[in-house]
């Protein structure tokens, strides 16, 4: 049951019902609407598509359901799987005698592991210890149970490998035996036979759920009563992967293009953002100086839309993930000199530069100063993103590019009310770079490490064709004219500087004609001096005005993913001959004053 556009819909749990989007209608599809019997469910029963065909849904009771329209209607594809009949453990104690059925058919499939290389290979697990497997889609079952599984032993996760279709793994929970061990089984020979594979687990720590890497061969992660494990040899050995994670019981794993979504039993989603360092680990370890690791597809997304202050400090609320590519490197050993971080456009020109050394540095051989942090704020400071830095320390680092080029020279900046406590940026950014391909290179101690990057547009957005070209060539406009502004002032400064300093040194003669001067000068540079306007009018323009009506614009035209509008590139075709008028100014003031003789 793919998506359709047309009529959206969405299947979950507890009983199957399919829910449209467009109108909110429930419709229950289940299987056995009215209970009879026949069939047996937990609240909990497995569901999901086939890895394969997204129209191939799986269901599971005590026996395996399939449909391909929707829940229409449903094929059974095997016999009842679970176990027939089995003692009550002795560690049930007192319910023992409160046992109906005395023991007989409780079972049910509690996990289903279709292959993701054969449509027709499926694993399924019980919670009453039993795994079956099919190679041609039902047709012959195979029980295939490790011997150390008894009755009352919870197959509570299966994973069939994304590479090997004689490889599985399964996570087994057995609180009912009062056995908190971890347990996790794999076959390598389509379940002929089976390993216990928990080394570096602690031996209390009961395993809920097993994944593999959909990417790298081997790495596997795993699901426990405490947290989360990582395997880099299919599960031979394991070593925490907890970090940040607090104590949860994590109840299932899902690997998404790049990151790790972890669900846990009390205490949410949560999600390790960009796995790619642990796809590469054995490659840095090999590093005997520097390992820039290949950074994951990093996908323009505008980051937030809200338009309201932040979240009071009190609120309980999740960490976005870092908006832009984030680029790992390790240093086998600290570095000497700065280390660099370029970003360069499919042509080989550069886009983006940072350094250990300074934040940031231009596009322009000479680097810029580091970011000054502000001092004059009308906004709480713990909204404000702390500056980056590239570090020279040995060990892993992270650095996030937020996909944007050098921020434009504009003489007032401000922080969006849109803001994220402790990681809003400073605006004006640089322009949204356009989707395509970049290359990312770190430079370490005289020697540089290459990698690829692919930026992503959002998926959600629907643009002209075109549309991201027009915005972008029009946002470098806008930041070629604020440089033009930027260093006009810089002159008009420096030519009233030289003014100051020969009025000191002349008679009363010749200060009048330098005065003069200086007047013109501020009238260039923020409009001092000059008549008011007429009402409804704007007076002559100078270099600090026009330098915060390109802001405005520029900040109009990078608002939003969208053709830029005719009023736009009008606006800014005015502001563009305004800025050629005041440089003409500019010369004209600068040809007086250092023409002027002794």
């Given at each position: 049951?793919?998506?359709?556009?047309?009529?959206?819909?969405?299947?979950?749990?507890?009983?199957?019902?399919?829910?449209?989007?467009?109108?909110?209608?429930?419709?229950?599809?289940?299987?056995?609407?009215?209970?009879?019997?026949?069939?047996?469910?937990?609240?909990?029963?497995?569901?999901?598509?086939?890895?394969?065909?997204?129209?191939?849904?799986?269901?599971?009771?005590?026996?395996?359901?399939?449909?391909?329209?929707?829940?229409?209607?449903?094929?059974?594809?095997?016999?009842?799987?679970?176990?027939?009949?089995?003692?009550?453990?002795?560690?049930?104690?007192?319910?023992?005698?409160?046992?109906?059925?005395?023991?007989?058919?409780?079972?049910?499939?509690?996990?289903?592991?279709?292959?993701?290389?054969?449509?027709?290979?499926?694993?399924?697990?019980?919670?009453?210890?039993?795994?079956?497997?099919?190679?041609?889609?039902?047709?012959?079952?195979?029980?295939?149970?490790?011997?150390?599984?008894?009755?009352?032993?919870?197959?509570?996760?299966?994973?069939?490998?994304?590479?090997?279709?004689?490889?599985?793994?399964?996570?087994?929970?057995?609180?009912?035996?009062?056995?908190?061990?971890?347990?996790?089984?794999?076959?390598?020979?389509?379940?002929?036979?089976?390993?216990?594979?928990?080394e570096g687990i602690p031996s209390n720590e009961v395993v809920n759920a097993v994944r593999e890497d959909p990417v790298r061969r081997g790495l596997l992660y795993a699901g426990t009563e405490?947290?989360?494990?990582?395997?880099?040899?299919?599960?031979?050995?394991?070593?925490?992967?907890?970090?940040?994670?607090?104590?949860?019981?994590?109840?299932?794993?899902?690997?998404?293009?790049?990151?790790?979504?972890?669900?846990?039993?009390g205490r949410s989603f949560w999600i390790l953002d960009d796995i790619t360092p642990l796809r590469q680990i054995a490659a840095a370890a090999a590093a005997t100086a520097a390992y820039l690791?290949?950074?994951?597809?990093?996908?323009?997304?505008?980051?937030?839309?809200?338009?309201?202050?932040?979240?009071?400090?009190?609120?309980?609320?999740?960490?976005?993930?870092?908006?832009?590519?984030?680029?790992?490197?390790?240093?086998?050993?600290?570095?000497?000199?700065?280390?660099?971080?370029?970003?360069?456009?499919?042509?080989?020109?550069?886009?983006?530069?940072?350094?250990?050394?300074?934040?940031?540095?231009?596009?322009?051989?000479?680097?810029?100063?580091?970011?000054?942090?502000?001092?004059?704020?009308?906004?709480?400071?713990?909204?404000?993103?702390?500056?980056?830095?590239?570090?020279?320390?040995?060990?892993?680092?992270?650095?996030?590019?937020?996909?944007?080029?050098?921020?434009?020279?504009?003489?007032?900046?401000?922080?969006?009310?849109?803001?994220?406590?402790?990681?809003?940026?400073?605006?004006?950014?640089?322009?949204?770079?356009?989707?395509?391909?970049?290359?990312?290179?770190?430079?370490?101690?005289?020697?540089?490490?290459?990698?690829?990057?692919?930026?992503?547009?959002?998926?959600?957005?629907?643009?002209?064709?075109?549309?991201?070209?027009?915005?972008?060539?029009?946002?470098?406009?806008?930041?070629?004219?604020?440089?033009?502004?930027?260093?006009?002032?810089?002159?008009?400064?420096?030519?009233?500087?030289?003014?100051?300093?020969?009025?000191?040194?002349?008679?009363?003669?010749?200060?009048?004609?330098?005065?003069?001067?200086?007047?013109?000068?501020?009238?260039?540079?923020?409009g001092a001096g000059e008549p008011p306007p007429p009402p409804g009018q704007r007076g002559k323009e100078n270099l600090i005005r026009l330098n915060g009506d390109l802001v405005a614009v520029?900040?109009?035209?990078?608002?939003?993913?969208?053709?830029?509008?005719?009023?736009?590139?009008?606006?800014?075709?005015?502001?563009?001959?305004?800025?050629?008028?005041?440089?003409?100014?500019?010369?004209?003031?600068?040809?007086?004053?250092?023409?002027?003789?002794?």
């Open positions: 049951m793919a998506p359709d556009p047309l009529h959206p819909d969405i299947v979950y749990g507890g009983k199957v019902t399919r829910f449209h989007w467009s109108t909110g209608e429930v419709q229950d599809v289940s299987p056995e609407p009215v209970r009879t019997g026949r069939y047996r469910f937990v609240r909990t029963m497995p569901l999901l598509f086939s890895p394969l065909d997204p129209h191939v849904l799986y269901l599971g009771g005590n026996v395996l359901f399939r449909t391909v329209n929707g829940g229409q209607s449903w094929q059974v594809m095997s016999p009842d799987l679970t176990r027939a009949a089995y003692d009550v453990p002795a560690s049930l104690g007192a319910f023992t005698a409160l046992d109906p059925e005395k023991g007989t058919h409780r079972g049910v499939i509690y996990t289903i592991a279709p292959s993701f290389t054969r449509p027709n290979l499926i694993w399924v697990g019980t919670d009453d210890g039993l795994i079956h497997v099919t190679h041609d889609g039902g047709r012959k079952w195979t029980n295939v149970t490790p011997t150390a599984l008894t009755p009352w032993s919870k197959v509570s996760l299966m994973e069939a490998s994304h590479v090997d279709t004689l490889a599985v793994y399964a996570a087994v929970n057995r609180f009912r035996l009062d056995d908190l061990h971890p347990h996790i089984f794999r076959t390598k020979d389509g379940g002929r036979t089976w390993t216990d594979v928990v405490r947290g989360v494990y990582v395997s880099f040899d299919a599960g031979d050995h394991w070593q925490s992967l907890q970090l940040d994670l607090p104590a949860s019981s994590v109840r299932d794993l899902v690997v998404h293009d790049s990151d790790l979504v972890v669900a846990t039993h690791y290949r950074p994951a597809p990093a996908v323009r997304v505008r980051w937030t839309e809200n338009t309201d202050t932040p979240l009071p400090p009190d609120e309980p609320a999740a960490k976005n993930p870092p908006d832009g590519a984030i680029v790992d490197y390790y240093l086998a050993r600290p570095a000497a000199a700065p280390v660099t971080l370029e970003i360069l456009d499919r042509a080989g020109r550069l886009v983006r530069r940072f350094s250990s050394a300074s934040l940031s540095s231009s596009s322009s051989p000479s680097p810029e100063r580091p970011e000054q942090p502000d001092t004059a704020l009308n906004i709480p400071l713990m909204w404000i993103r702390p500056p980056q830095t590239l570090s020279t320390a040995r060990g892993m680092h992270r650095f996030v590019w937020d996909l944007h080029g050098e921020p434009p020279p504009a003489m007032r900046h401000e922080y969006p009310i849109s803001a994220i406590p402790g990681d809003t940026p400073r605006e004006p950014r640089g322009p949204w770079v356009l989707p395509g391909r970049y290359a990312v290179r770190l430079a370490v101690g005289g020697e540089t490490r290459t990698q690829p990057l692919v930026v992503r547009m959002d998926p959600r957005a629907q643009l002209v064709p075109g549309a991201l070209a027009q915005q972008f060539a029009l946002a470098l406009r806008i930041v070629a004219a604020l440089r033009g502004d930027s260093a006009a002032l810089q002159r008009v400064r420096a030519v009233r500087m030289e003014v100051k300093r020969a009025r000191e040194r002349v008679g009363q003669g010749a200060a009048a004609a330098l005065d003069s001067l200086d007047g013109r000068a501020a009238a260039l540079e923020s520029y900040g109009v035209v990078e608002g939003s993913d969208a053709t830029p509008t005719a009023a736009v590139r009008a606006a800014l075709g005015d502001l563009e001959r305004a800025l050629a008028e005041l440089l003409a100014r500019l010369r004209e003031l600068e040809r007086r004053f250092y023409n002027r003789g002794p």
